[in-house]
């Protein structure tokens, strides 16, 4: 049985209530120069499947000589896609990997018991005016995966399946749906995908996974009668066959979902954990900053400063 808090097993069935379970509107905070909303957790709903953080980054335009600057800072029991749309942003963790982020390719970093990561626009990205838009997701590990080493895996946009018809243009970004699957081995099950869609288009959701949701990153959806414009998550109830279907103007989305994890999780600052004792421990490791012996590293080629553990 999963645990799944906002379901309710009383449910009615058929038409007697919308397909629609909830309906996220993001919490915005400006960063300073770009703006950040955030759908996951909320108070509606912690996770959709695996996906426990879900964050809209932009758009944003950055002068030359501008960028986003996310020094070293840790995790534990997750693992992390940062899905651009626009721009490009440079990685670096403590397990030596450089790898730049540009859009439509997938960076899969595995937490597990610890890792730490840098996410950068530096270089020759300031050398110029620079548009920033994409989404960072975090999925919640199994409990059986929490402890796991760390990995980092890079899947080039190419080698991403793509579904067109009917006036839709499917790219799968992780796990498997609609027949098709990602070339990543995952330790959970997920579905997430960008879907564009022509004005009046309909996308039927994948059937076979038990958590299915849609974010709108531009233009509208209707669905049960109602429309969704940008900057709503929708969550569907479990069991039903559903269909969004896009606005006069088409719309963008982020279609995500997977398997209900099998208890909730704690956060605290950028820690996933199924217990506050895995949390207390990282937290302890984190600040203790031995990085040549300790629990956690920083990148090389971006050690020389990184973010202290918040004091709550």
Known sequence: MSWNPALDPDVPLGDAVDAIETVIVPRARDLGGFEVRRALPSAARQMVGPLIFFDQVGPAEFLTGQGIDLRPHPHIGLGTVTYLLDGRLHHRDSLGTDQWIEPGAVNWMLAGRGITHSE???????AAPLRMFGVQTWLALPEAEEDAPAAFAHVPKSDLPVLEGEGKRVRLILGSAWGARVPLALPMEVFYADAQLDPGAALPLPDDHEDRGVYVL????????QSFDAGRMLIFRPGDRIAVRAGAAGARLLVLGGAAMGGPRYIWWNFVASSKERIAAAKEAWRAGDWAHGRFRLPPGDDAEFIPAPEV
């Not at 950068?120 to 300031?126: E, I, L, N, P, V």
């Not at 531009?218 to 009668?225: C, D, E, K």
Request: proline share 0%; charged share 20%; net charge positive.
């Open 218 to 225: 531009a233009g509208s959806v209707t669905q049960g009668g």
């Open 120 to 126: 950068r626009t530096d270089g020759a990205a300031r």
